[in-house]
């Protein structure tokens, strides 16, 4: 049951990725206008931040077996911050090989803030796990 479970977890990753790529290399100019500021930010930044904070929550729960241990942990939140940066610098570089989208480092910087985020809240998160496991101890 668990590896049915851990099966479907890494298919909804690659999901999630395709998703990802979808709403990066698809042309929305005509529906959907990113152009504007929300409270001053760019709503394309806010975008970006959005489509990479899941990143981190995905692959956490779809690899277990990488954070089992707390070194390991550190080297999965590493891991999961330099996949995620990879990620989205492959994407801007592709972008800005297409003739509709642009390669905008701000952008990586605000998937770098997404994944930062998300990496943090699950920092906090696996500390009152590992904090219940050594109570129940």
Known sequence: MRDRLHFILKAIFILYIIGLCFCCFWNFRSSIDLSTELWGIPKDKIAHFCMFFPF????????PKLRNTPRRYLKFSILALATGVATGLAIEIIQGWSGYRSCDMTDLLADFCGLAAAVLILQVFEAFVMNKRRAGK
Do not use: G
């Open 56 to 63: 981190p929550i995905i692959f956490y729960l779809a690899f």
